[in-house]
């Protein structure tokens, strides 16, 4: 507009030199087309000389300002050459010539200038004429014939490649934390949004991560996801690395057993890492205190300072091993002297396990108490039975090694040995009560009195029944009486029996089970040999499977009641064999044996009454005939009426 109006007044001075005052409508229209066109800083420059009369309009045409084609190429060449050669998507600097309410004009030496959103210069609050700013741009023309230009682009456009040059060089980028999201912090750098994983912020777990809003901060770039145009910035990298060099100038001037001042920077289960001052070192549970601790808080805390010694590092793995307890004398250096074996010491128990338990004298001076030396007696219990942690009691020293600083303690010796004069208490035949302490297949343990344990076998619990296992007779905790069987003193071991307090019940049996003899009894269990049964006086027999078939065929069933036959009896091994189908065999072939007698009687008598007719009839005369008939129907008759009642008998028997 600008160039416009000085067209428009140089115009018109020109018109006063030419004497015209009026000007057509027509005229004023070719004007003002001249006056946009791209040459008015030429027509500016340029004084015109026209022949007195009326102006020529077609001057142009002819020539424009008399000008040669030479003269015109020179121009014109000189005109463009003001300019400077612009492409879309390249980026300029540009300086600003005027800034109004809405835009920015830039003069990039293009024949035009061009206008930049006031809004894109809103990091730039002090920006004023004259200062130089990069733009892109986006067309050299639009549908306005405008230049198009745009500084975020050019901004961003530049940050994608400096953060890309920060990444291909390891380079250190500056940054602003824009806000928080899920799992880190948003970062503005240069325009561009990258995101700060809230494990890259510090090497410290960071649980606050709105105090980093609002800073800048430096980074390295870790990752680009050039498809999605994603950023992945880290601050622990630089931490990280500033540490490491730290580390390496002071791992390279440490020594073993040098003391180093630190800072207890965190608490584990295991031990405690200590900041030496830009290297972490590790002050394990077992090097912070001579006596035992449960966790390493009971001692130190967080952010205290202390004095540790260096025990041992690692100048590859930067690892350092630290010692707190060494540097105080060690405890069993200053035991006292009158502890010798024999002498009674008290403590608390520190640790139990399955073998026995630890027993702090002080601080760093423990002795084991092996489980075989918590009780006199022989059945072997868990420590856990007699002791717990954090008990005081006292304990008699069995072994001391002050060069190994070892010691070995018993809780038993000082109570008197139960085993003494063992004889004169327990002698054997004596009767003595006694409590179940534990079984095995083979037995069951009891104690008489503390310290006196004995075993029964369990073949000595009972005269009558047969006993697969100790628990089907006894459980832990009853009361039993037993007697003494056998007695070693030197080896510490009491064989008793319990089933000896009665008389042998099976010499008496001998005489009520008896072979042959029937017993009514009940089956209490069947199994694939046979089955047991429970027979009078609380013995138990045997009944083989072939010997329990009933006389229907079918064999007995648990709680059945049937008689059994006796058909083996041995005291010794106290066995007793029963039968109940030899009952019923034996009755059937009694009756068969019988039926053979009765026919083998009536063919006696038969053939006796046939051999008398025979010797009648040699002795008898012609006047006997007579006699000799009749006798001779009677024989017929009996002999017939024996047969009859035989086929009846057999007939009955089917």
Do not use: C
């Amino acid at each position: 507009m600008a160039k416009k109006q000085e067209a428009e007044k140089e115009l018109k001075a020109k018109e006063a030199e030419l004497g015209t005052e009026t000007k057509s409508v027509k005229e004023k229209e070719k004007i003002e087309s001249e006056a946009d066109s791209s040459f008015i800083d030429e027509i500016k420059s340029k004084t015109f000389v026209t022949p007195s009369g009326d102006f020529d309009w077609d001057a142009d045409s002819k020539g424009f300002g008399n000008y040669s084609k030479e003269e015109r190429a020179k121009l014109e060449e000189q005109y463009a050459g003001t300019f400077h050669s612009i492409n879309k998507g390249e980026i300029i600097s540009g300086t600003v010539v005027s800034i109004n309410n809405k835009d920015v004009v830039l003069n990039i030496g293009f024949k035009s200038d061009g206008l930049v959103s006031l809004s894109e210069f809103r990091d730039m609050p002090d920006l004023k004429v004259g200062d130089s700013v990069d733009v892109f741009v986006e067309s050299q023309e639009d549908a306005n014939g405008q230049l198009v230009l745009s500084r975020k682009r050019a901004k961003t456009q530049k940050s994608w490649e400096l953060i890309n040059e920060a990444l291909d060089n390891d380079t250190i980028i500056n940054g602003f934390v824009k806000s928080r999201t899920k799992g880190g912090l948003i970062v503005d750098i240069m325009g561009v949004e990258a995101f700060l994983p809230g494990s890259q912020i510090d090497i410290k777990p960071i649980r606050d991560y709105d105090i980093y809003v609002g800073k800048t901060m430096e980074f390295k770039v870790v990752k680009i996801n050039h498809e999605f145009k994603n950023v992945v910035v880290s601050h622990k990298v630089l931490i990280e690395d500033d540490l490491e060099n730290q580390k390496t100038e002071i791992v390279a001037k440490l020594e073993k057993g040098q003391v180093l001042e630190g800072t207890v920077k965190n608490i584990t289960d295991f031990g405690v890492f200590i900041d030496l001052g830009g290297v972490d070192g590790l002050l394990h549970i077992t090097d912070i205190s001579w006596g035992r601790i449960e966790h390493p808080k009971e001692v130190l805390s967080l952010d205290q300072k202390i004095n540790v010694v260096v025990l041992d590092f690692d100048d590859e793995k930067k690892r350092i091993a630290l010692g707190l307890k060494q540097l105080t004398p060690h405890p069993w250096e200053s035991l006292d002297t009158a502890i010798e074996v024999g002498s009674t010491v008290k403590g608390k128990i520190v640790t139990v396990a399955d073998y026995g338990a630890f027993l702090e004298i002080t601080p760093g001076v423990e002795g084991l108490i092996h489980v075989s030396e918590m009780s006199w007696s022989q059945n072997l219990r868990s420590p856990q039975e007699f002791l717990k942690v954090g008990d005081e009691i006292e304990a008699q020293v069995l072994t001391l090694d002050r060069d190994e600083r070892k010691m070995s303690l018993g809780i038993k010796q000082l109570t008197p040995d139960p085993w003494k004069n063992i004889a004169e208490r327990y002698p054997v035949g004596s009767q003595h009560k006694a409590v179940v302490k534990n079984m095995t297949n083979f037995g069951v343990f009891v104690e008489i009195e503390e310290g006196i344990d004995g075993l029964i076998h369990i073949s000595d619990l009972s005269w009558s029944k047969k006993i697969n296992h100790p628990n089907e007779f006894t459980k832990v905790g009853e009361e039993l009486d037993v007697v003494v069987l056998e007695l070693d003193e030197e080896n510490r071991k009491l064989s008793l029996g319990h089933k000896q307090l009665e008389e042998n019940p099976w010499e008496t049996f001998e005489t009520i089970f008896t072979l042959d003899s029937i017993h009514q009894g009940t089956v209490l269990k069947v199994t694939d040999k046979g089955a047991i049964v429970a027979l009078p006086y609380g013995v138990e027999g045997f009944a083989p499977s072939k010997h329990t078939i009933k006389e229907d065929g079918k064999a007995l069933k648990a709680d059945d009641v049937a008689d059994f036959k006796i058909i083996e009896f041995n005291k010794d091994s106290k066995r007793i064999v029963i039968s109940h189908s030899r009952i019923w065999e034996e009755a059937k072939a009694e009756a068969r044996h019988a039926e053979s007698n009765s026919k083998k009687a009536e063919h006696k008598a038969t053939s006796n009454a046939v051999k008398k007719v025979k010797e009648s009839v040699e002795k008898s005369t012609l006047g006997d005939l007579d006699v000799l008939a009749q006798l001779k129907e009677q024989m017929e008759g009996a002999e017939n009426k024996a047969k009859k009642a035989a086929a009846k008998k057999s007939e009955e028997e089917k």
